[in-house]
């Protein structure tokens, strides 16, 4: 993979920002294997979407345009969102005032979580009555297994689906009819030829006359609404940031260009959002509490919290440290001279031995401080010293259960849960287990047995958090600050 440049105006505006647009089209899609369905690779059938896509058309020939539709849903509902539909869905639950404006009406935005969205070309998987103008959805089918789905329209989908036959015949199905009037249903999409609904072009509008931020994302030069936004939000006083493989009609309005795949963009661009968003809460509270700072990062095995602590500390600088609390211990002797009895058994308590002590030795010494760090598999020094010194204003622990006890979490002056989706967390310890060495049966065997945390220890550490990140597909994000 490239590695992604980005700027840091751009990151910067993002962190700043409570006001933010996305606009995105056909490229963040195409980037999941969907096609354009303009121009040649959009071609069924040898029809071109312009014979298709019109109101002349549905009048003409309306169970062709349907079966075409039908074609469409099922290799939209195939195809799975990507990283960047992702970042998107994690955008929207970050910031207070967000808006996505998609011109896809592939639904796969929504598949991802988006929610506060406007389709300005309608959507695939929903139909409007053309007798009483009512809107309804077609149920997303599971197109994985390939069963059949209920309801009158999406029956059509299904047996689609049984068939595979993109030569059939048109013409012999049933035309989808409103259930509530009877009235002949069609594709809810724009059409060639058809005008934006005005509320919901007003709608967009007051959001880009708000918005400190706009991303475009993925549009072509071929249509002309993404120049319109930028260009009224541009007045407005917003920084318009194009993310595209390629210049596009709305690269001239753009202060600033990210040039790629917006799968591999968008979560780099976000991880780092979200880190520069951690850094400066870190830094208020330490001018606030004007010594050193004690940040705990706690969180499942694979949650990926040295990578996060690692991130931070690269923002921090020479002012930070990171000490890994779990996967070691001490030397009971040391213990011993600490007043910190060693206790066996549950994993658990490497995490609060090895703090009790760090938490010692800082607070115990006005000189440089060494935490002398042990394997507990190799048990023999994977480092001779870890030296905390002086000048350290932020030292970052982190280990799985950090927040169980009282006396560490009052030592504690940040917490910082860290909670990942469970499939991904898995493959993650996995893969470290294998990268040790171990066989993939030795690597799972070894998940199953050590890295599985019991739900009531992880409830337990979460409630105590006060910045609770969720990693996912869309990389780290901030989803709440502040008490439970
Ligand atoms: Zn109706």
């Given at each position: 993979?490239?590695?992604?440049?980005?700027?840091?105006?751009?990151?910067?505006?993002?962190?700043?920002?409570?006001?933010?647009?996305?606009?995105?089209?056909?490229?963040?899609?195409?980037?999941?294997?969907?096609?354009?369905?303009?121009?040649?690779?959009?071609?069924?059938?040898?029809?071109?979407?312009?014979?298709?896509?019109?109101?002349?058309?549905?009048?003409?020939?309306?169970?062709?345009?349907?079966?075409?539709?039908?074609?469409?849903?099922?290799?939209?509902?195939?195809?799975?969102?990507?990283?960047?539909?992702?970042?998107?869905?994690?955008?929207?639950?970050?910031?207070?005032?967000?808006?996505?404006?998609?011109?896809?009406?592939?639904?796969?935005?929504?598949?991802?979580?988006?929610?506060?969205?406007?389709?300005?070309?309608?959507?695939?998987?929903?139909?409007?009555?053309?007798?009483?103008?009512?809107?309804?959805?077609?149920?997303?089918?599971?197109?994985?297994?390939?069963?059949?789905?209920?309801?009158?329209?999406?029956?059509?989908?299904?047996?689609?689906?049984?068939?595979?036959?993109?030569?059939?015949?048109?013409?012999?199905?049933?035309?989808?009819?409103?259930?509530?009037?009877?009235?002949?249903?069609?594709?809810?999409?724009?059409?060639?030829?058809?005008?934006?609904?005005?509320?919901?072009?007003?709608?967009?509008?007051?959001?880009?006359?708000?918005?400190?931020?706009?991303?475009?994302?993925?549009?072509?030069?071929?249509?002309?609404?993404?120049?319109?936004?930028?260009?009224?939000?541009?007045?407005?006083?917003?920084?318009?940031?194009?993310?595209?493989?390629?210049?596009?009609?709305?690269?001239?309005?753009?202060?600033?260009?990210?040039?790629?795949?917006?799968?591999?963009?968008?979560?780099?661009?976000?991880?780092?959002?979200?880190?520069?968003?951690?850094?400066?809460?870190?830094?208020?509270?330490?001018?606030?509490?004007?010594?050193?700072?004690?940040?705990?990062?706690?969180?499942?095995?694979?949650?990926?919290?040295?990578?996060?602590?690692?991130?931070?500390?690269?923002?921090?600088?020479?002012?930070?440290?990171?000490?890994?609390?779990?996967?070691?211990?001490?030397?009971?002797?040391?213990?011993?001279?600490?007043?910190?009895?060693?206790?066996?058994?549950?994993?658990?308590?490497?995490?609060?031995?090895?703090f009790e002590l760090a938490v010692a030795e800082l607070r115990a010494?006005?000189?440089?401080?060494?935490?002398?760090?042990?394997?507990?598999?190799?048990?023999?020094?994977?480092?001779?010293?870890?030296?905390?010194?002086?000048?350290?204003?932020?030292?970052?622990?982190?280990?799985?259960?950090?927040?169980?006890?009282?006396?560490?979490?009052?030592?504690?002056?940040?917490?910082?849960?860290?909670?990942?989706?469970?499939?991904?967390?898995?493959?993650?310890?996995?893969?470290?287990?294998?990268?040790?060495?171990?066989?993939?049966?030795?690597?799972?065997?070894?998940?199953?047995?050590?890295?599985?945390?019991?739900?009531?220890?992880?409830?337990?550490?979460?409630?105590?958090?006060?910045?609770?990140?969720?990693?996912?597909?869309?990389?780290?994000?901030?989803?709440?600050?502040?008490?439970?």
């Amino acid at each position: 993979m490239i590695p992604v440049i980005i700027s840091g105006t751009v990151v910067t505006a993002l962190r700043r920002a409570n006001r933010v647009v996305v606009v995105t089209g056909a490229g963040i899609s195409a980037e999941s294997g969907i096609p354009t369905f303009r121009g040649a690779e959009g071609l069924w059938r040898n029809f071109k979407a312009e014979d298709l896509a019109t109101p002349a058309a549905f009048a003409r020939n309306p169970r062709l345009v349907w079966e075409w539709y039908d074609w469409r849903r099922n290799l939209c509902g195939k195809a799975q969102p990507n990283p960047a539909h992702h970042v998107v869905a994690a955008m929207e639950r970050f910031y207070h005032h967000f808006l996505l404006v998609t011109q896809n009406v592939d639904g796969l935005h929504s598949r991802a979580g988006s929610r506060r969205m406007v389709e300005v070309h309608g959507s695939l998987w929903r139909a409007r009555c053309l007798k009483c103008g009512d809107t309804v959805e077609l149920p997303m089918t599971s197109f994985e297994d390939g069963k059949a789905v209920v309801g009158r329209v999406s029956s059509r989908v299904a047996r689609c689906l049984e068939e595979e036959n993109p030569a059939r015949s048109p013409g012999l199905q049933p035309l989808p009819t409103h259930a509530a009037c009877g009235g002949t249903l069609r594709p809810a999409v724009l059409w060639f030829g058809e005008s934006y609904e005005p509320a919901m072009l007003q709608q967009v509008f007051t959001a880009l006359e708000e918005a400190q931020v706009v991303l475009i994302i993925g549009t072509s030069g071929g249509v002309a609404l993404p120049v319109d936004l930028a260009a009224q939000a541009r007045q407005a006083g917003a920084t318009i940031v194009e993310i595209n493989r390629e210049r596009t009609a709305v690269s001239r309005l753009a202060h600033e260009r990210l040039e790629g795949r917006a799968g591999e963009i968008l979560p780099e661009l976000w991880r780092r959002v979200q880190v520069g968003h951690l850094t400066d809460e870190i830094r208020a509270r330490g001018r606030h509490k004007g010594g050193r700072l004690m940040i705990g990062i706690a969180g499942p095995p694979g949650a990926g919290k040295s990578t996060l602590a690692q991130a931070l500390k690269a923002v921090l600088g020479r002012e930070a440290v990171v000490v890994p609390m779990d996967g070691f211990h001490f030397p009971n002797a040391r213990l011993d001279a600490l007043g910190l009895r060693a206790r066996k058994g549950a994993p658990e308590t490497f995490d609060r031995l090895a703090f009790e002590l760090a938490v010692a030795e800082l607070r115990a010494t006005q000189k440089p401080v060494s935490l002398p760090l042990y394997s507990r598999e190799l048990h023999e020094p994977v480092a001779d010293a870890l030296t905390v010194p002086l000048a350290t204003s932020f030292v970052i622990v982190e280990g799985n259960y950090l927040f169980l006890w009282p006396e560490v979490r009052n030592a504690l002056d940040l917490k910082i849960y860290l909670d990942c989706d469970p499939a991904l967390a898995r493959a993650s310890v996995i893969a470290r287990h294998q990268q040790g060495g171990a066989s993939e049966e030795e690597a799972v065997r070894k998940f199953e047995t050590n890295d599985r945390l019991n739900s009531e220890t992880v409830h337990a550490t979460r409630g105590a958090a006060e910045i609770m990140i969720r990693r996912n597909a869309a990389g780290w994000t901030v989803e709440r600050v502040g008490g439970t």
